[in-house]
């Protein structure tokens, strides 16, 4: 390590700037999702079994809610625009304008050049846990899926019920692709109910026992058309390790409530991004 320099301290002690005022942003109605939620009905029902995935469909104007059911378990997110899978959940600009975990009144972000809401949370029955000692919280957007790459560079092994390999499977049934063609359209995810930090020491990304239970739920308002993808993580609730069949998995339910047309007066899906994409040419 270099010796440091004399002024080393002061530079440490430079105070931050956040990187994206979300000040401008168009503001969200959380009055009005919450009233059109209170209105809403249940129209589908998605079971998400243990160790795999199960696509979705919610259209423009509905909620869809993630419903732990029967034991603590985490799940993975994928959200394309349902009519153009190039338009996909964008987790990186996402956690730039939102930070690494989100809850209630954030929203999920699409790719470019679209870049607008694709999804608003509306509720989230854990956002009492905020920020643990160990720098730990929920729903997190730093990082990316369990996939059996990164397992077989760091085990040698081969596993298949990945989040990767199971949201990859999911979207190739739904559409009736073959895995090769689905794939590519598999991106990083939101991690649901998962419980993420940074190490205060060594900056190593960490996850622990997430805290949901049993009735816990993350609610959403489909900003757009949306196809969803949603793997119930073979971690379980990634207390102890990832990518195996040691830990103990449960499913998760998938919801889609359709609220009375009334309640969303004022609403209209949001527009794609108004950059001219001409790039300085």
């Not at 249940?42 to 423009?60: E, G, N």
């Not at 040698?156 to 190739?172: D, I, M, P, V």
């Not at 009735?215 to 390790?241: K, M, N, Q, R, V």
């Amino acid at each position: 390590m270099q010796t440091p320099p004399p002024d080393a301290e002061r530079r440490r002690a430079i105070a931050p700037v956040i990187c994206y005022p979300t000040e401008t942003l168009p503001p969200v109605d959380l009055p009005l999702y919450a009233d059109a939620l209170g209105t809403a009905e249940v129209i589908d029902t998605v079971i998400v079994p243990p160790r795999d995935a199960a696509c979705f469909s919610a259209p423009a104007g509905h909620f869809f809610r993630i419903v732990s059911s029967e034991g603590p378990q985490v799940g993975d997110l994928n959200l394309w625009n349902a009519q153009d899978l190039s338009e996909r959940f964008y987790s990186g600009k996402t956690r730039a304008l939102h930070g690494t975990h989100v809850t209630t009144g954030d929203r999920l972000w699409s790719s470019f050049p679209a870049l607008r809401p694709m999804a608003t949370i509306v509720a989230d029955s854990l956002d009492w846990y905020g920020i643990d000692a160990f720098g730990g919280s929920v729903h997190d957007v730093i990082g990316t899926r369990c996939d059996p790459y990164t397992h077989r560079q760091l085990s040698g092994g081969t596993y298949h019920h990945c989040c990767h390999s199971n949201l990859t499977r999911a979207l190739a049934a739904r559409l009736g692709l073959p895995i090769a063609e689905a794939e590519p359209h598999v991106h990083d995810v939101l991690n649901v109910f998962m419980c993420t930090g940074f190490t205060r020491d060594t900056g190593q990304y960490f996850m622990k026992a997430s805290p949901v239970r049993p009735g816990d739920a993350l609610t959403f308002f489909a900003e757009i058309d949306l196809l969803g993808a949603l793997s119930a993580c073979p971690g379980g609730d990634c207390s102890t390790e990832h990518s195996s069949d040691a830990a103990s998995c449960h499913p998760l339910i998938v919801e889609i409530l359709r609220p009375e047309p009334a309640g969303l007066t004022g609403w209209a899906p949001p527009p794609v991004n108004g950059y001219d994409r001409s790039h300085g040419t």
